[in-house]
């Protein structure tokens, strides 16, 4: 059975920072593509970051570069996004997708990420 569990999301105040992981079983993870997204109410889900299987390739949308990491822990099986210098427009549910070899792709449920004076 895959699971993708998500943990790390709270309030926090502008230009704080909060931890992200995303914790995977039930498939082989160091072969996945992992990436975080994330959904604002009203808005559509948007792709944040994405790390290759081996961690060597990642991305950042535009409007996170500088300010998010995505890293992953193959040993762990966990994939995490550090997010510093968070802003208001940050404020959204995050969720980690995996897509395995095959292509098929998993989701998690979700974590809210609350930026907020």
């Known amino acids: 059975q895959v699971q993708l569990v998500e943990s790390g999301g709270g309030l926090v105040q502008p230009g704080g920072s909060l931890r992200l992981s995303c914790a995977a079983s039930?498939?082989?993870?160091?072969?996945?593509?992992m990436s975080w997204y994330r959904q604002a109410p009203g808005k559509e889900r948007e792709l944040v970051a994405s790390?290759?299987?081996?961690?060597?390739?990642?991305n950042y949308a535009d409007s996170v570069k500088g300010r998010f990491t995505i890293s992953r822990d193959n040993a762990k099986n966990t994939v995490y996004l550090q997010m510093n210098s968070l802003k208001r427009e940050d404020t959204a549910v995050y969720y980690c997708?995996?897509?395995?070899?095959?292509?098929?792709?998993?989701w998690g449920q979700g974590t809210q990420v609350t930026v907020s004076s």
């Open positions: 997708k995996a897509r395995s070899l095959l292509a098929l792709e998993y």
């Open positions: 790390i290759s299987s081996t961690g060597e390739i990642v």
């Open positions: 039930g498939f082989t993870f160091s072969m996945s593509h």
